[in-house]
Each structure stands twice: as C-alpha cells, then as structure tokens.
C-alpha cells in the first residue's frame, strides 16, 4: 500500500526556537496533504489542509503565521512551529491523499507515523 | 458543524467475545465513512471504508462495518476478538463536497488474554 514517512520521529527544542516537520508520499503523487494534531488521550484535530503549489488552507483556530505550511512538490509537504512555546508540544500527523493509483477510489488517505514534539 | 460521536471511550474485552463499537456523525449530504486503528506504538491504518453500495462492509482482520443512513451511524463489529485487536479505533467521517476527513475521539479497546 502507499506509504507515508515523516522526519523526525521525534523533537525537542527549546522555547522560541522554530521546528520543522517533514512528510513525504513515497510511492506516489499526492496533490494533497493534511495536517493533524493529536492531544494525549484524544482524536485527531485537523488543523489545515496543504495542497501543492497553493496556499494551505487552515482550520479555524489554527493560527498560519504559527504553524507554516508548505507544499512544493507532489512528494513532499513541510509543517514548521514557528516560535514554538511548551503549549505546541503534542503529536503532529500527516496524511497524504493519493488520487492516481490504479484501482483506487477517491478520498483515501494514508497516514505518517507522527512526530512528537515536545517544547522545553 | 459536522461531528463524529463515538459512544465507548474505553472498552475491555476477553478473547474470542464479540465486539461492537458505535459511531453517529451529524451531517445531512452524501458522506464517505472509515474506521482507521491505531496500534500501540504504530500510525494510523485503514481498517475499512465506504464510499457506496453494500452498506455492509468487510475489511481487514475480520471487522466489518454496516452503514445505517436513517441512523447516520456506522458501527464496527467483529464476531470473535483477539489479544492483538488491542489499539485504539477511530471513526471517520468525509463529507464528499470536502477535502476533510473529521475523526471521532477514538475508542480505546483492551483485550484481555
């Protein structure tokens, strides 16, 4: 099946430092990514959808010049915690949807790994 | 706004008991369903989806899904659960005019060996 990496796994910076999130498609084309936030013990939060060549599109409450989203390839999709503070820490997931394989329907998403970061 | 209500936060089960986990979602047009799992220490995987047709749906490691449109709900069931279906368990819900999937809070199962 389609596969999703990010790097890294994991992070820890200090308080005001910046940190970039990356998410690959790796056996396929994906015109659109998403990214999530996962709180302990909850579900996950969109918090803005990344198409390639545009602008994201973010939820409401997502604040875009904190969490900077770009999309400059088919493959690939960056999230950076701008000024990160210890509230940011959680677990960022991304999805990338792959439209073009053959046999497959719309719609259907394929999930990284997450990287958790945790702001000091 | 569009939501997914998954009503067992917790559920603990013996091997080889049957499983059910409910699923709601408050939206009025035409939606594509999932349900995704997610095992300890791992990401996310689809366990199965709807997107038309049959409204039961069968996916992987003998779960399946029925879709009940007058109930806009989309329980998962599974006859027979084992020690490993130990994960936590989102439903998800896709309006089809949008790009956004919208997860339920997940419902963490516990099987016991």
């Known amino acids: 099946g389609a596969v999703v990496s990010q790097h890294p796994s994991w992070v820890i910076c200090k308080s005001g430092t910046s940190v970039k999130i990356e998410c690959r498609s790796l056996?396929?084309?994906?015109?659109?990514m998403f990214w999530y936030r996962q709180f302990p013990k909850q579900s996950l939060m969109l918090m803005a959808t990344?198409?390639?060549?545009?602008?994201?599109?973010?939820e409401q409450g997502v604040e875009k010049d904190k969490f900077l989203i770009n999309h400059a390839s088919l493959t690939l999709s960056t999230l950076t915690v701008t000024s990160a503070h210890p509230e940011d820490s959680s677990f960022y997931i991304c999805s990338a949807r792959d439209l073009f394989g053959p046999g497959k329907s719309t719609d259907t998403q394929y999930f990284g790994p997450g990287t958790r970061l945790t702001v000091l | 706004a569009q939501s997914v209500s998954q009503h067992n936060h917790h559920v603990i089960l013996s091997e080889a008991a049957s499983l059910e986990l409910g699923c709601n979602y408050s939206y009025g047009g035409t939606v594509n369903l999932f349900w995704y799992v997610q095992y300890p220490g791992q990401h996310l995987q689809l366990l199965l989806k709807?997107?038309?047709?049959?409204?039961l749906v069968k996916g992987i490691k003998g779960f399946e899904a029925e879709f009940i449109k007058s109930k806009f709900s989309f329980n998962l069931r599974k006859p027979s659960v084992q020690w490993s279906d130990t994960a936590e368990y989102f439903c998800a819900v896709n309006p089809r005019r949008d790009d956004k999937i919208i997860f339920g809070k997940g419902t963490r199962l516990h099987i016991l060996p």
């Open positions: 056996d396929f084309q994906a015109t659109t």
């Open positions: 709807y997107f038309s047709g049959d409204p």
């Open positions: 990344s198409n390639e060549g545009s602008k994201a599109t973010y």
